[in-house]
């Protein structure tokens, strides 16, 4: 005599019946097949899902992430910093370039980079002179923006930190000059006026605006002095 399990269920009998039965019992052939095979086999499903155990066929759908450029992610905008650079290095008005944009979206890469080619063409040997210029160009923008902020000027420090980094550009550019002709001292110097003036006017200009009014000097004379100290750890004077 041969009993088939229905349902799956088994079916209990007392002692005195269990004597006078016998013969085997089969099992069902049930097949668990999971992951995207579970809805190929409508059998497997349905056992597991009567049973309590449908959440193993869940398979939980990744979401597709736009995957951004590096440059995105960090938030750099090479044309944007070229642009800045161009504004900083042709400063006369007349040339047409919309130099507000310097100030006005201010970033942070560009003035970083600025800063930190003139620290490397400044290091001869000497790698400290790299963490000195960037403390100086932190703390100097600090200063500049809290005497601007005193003196009534609308700016914020990272304005004034952009600025005065894409300024340290003239100085890079008189820099091989001052390679070539430094044994001259006359036309060294005026070289060296000339980079200062140029990179103390493309900052003033931007930072300086008609709010300060008769208080402009007060501003332009601390950013001269920033830029006459950047040309001092240049030069090792």
């Known amino acids: 005599m041969q ?4 349902n799956g269920d088994f079916t209990f009998v007392s002692s005195t019946e269990a004597e006078e039965l016998s013969g085997t ?12 095979d579970a809805g190929k086999d409508p059998y497997a499903t349905t056992f597991l899902r009567q ?5 193993l066929l869940e398979v939980e759908e990744e979401e597709n992430e736009d995957t951004k450029p590096l440059l995105e992610e960090l938030d750099i905008d090479l044309k944007d910093i070229f642009y800045k650079i161009r504004c900083v290095l042709m400063p006369m008005p007349s040339l047409g370039f919309n130099r507000q944009v310097v100030r006005d979206n201010p970033d942070f890469w560009g003035p970083l980079a600025v800063v930190l080619l003139f620290s490397m063409i400044s290091i001869y040997g000497q790698f400290r002179v790299v ?17 601007a902020r005193v003196l009534g000027g609308d700016v914020s420090y990272g ?5 005065i980094g894409y300024s340290l550009l003239p100085l890079i550019v008189i820099s091989p000059l001052l390679l070539v002709i430094g044994s001259f001292d006359v ?10 003036f140029w990179a103390a006017y493309s900052a003033a200009s931007l930072l300086v605006g008609d709010e300060f009014k008769t208080k402009k000097p007060l501003l332009i004379y601390p950013i001269f002095l920033l830029y006459i100290y950047f040309l001092s750890l240049y030069t090792g004077v």
Do not use: E
């Not at 009993?3 to 229905?6: A, I």
């Not at 036309?187 to 200062?196: D, R």
């Open 159 to 163: 304005q004034v930190l952009g600025v």
């Open 51 to 55: 049973r309590g155990y449908g959440w």
């Open 3 to 6: 009993f088939s399990p229905t």
């Open 131 to 147: 963490s000195w210029i960037i403390t100086i160009w932190i703390f100097g923008s600090l200063t500049v923006f809290m005497l």
């Open 25 to 36: 019992i089969d099992a069902p052939d049930v097949k668990l097949n999971l992951g995207s």
């Open 187 to 196: 036309v060294a110097t005026v070289i060296k006026l000339f980079g200062v």
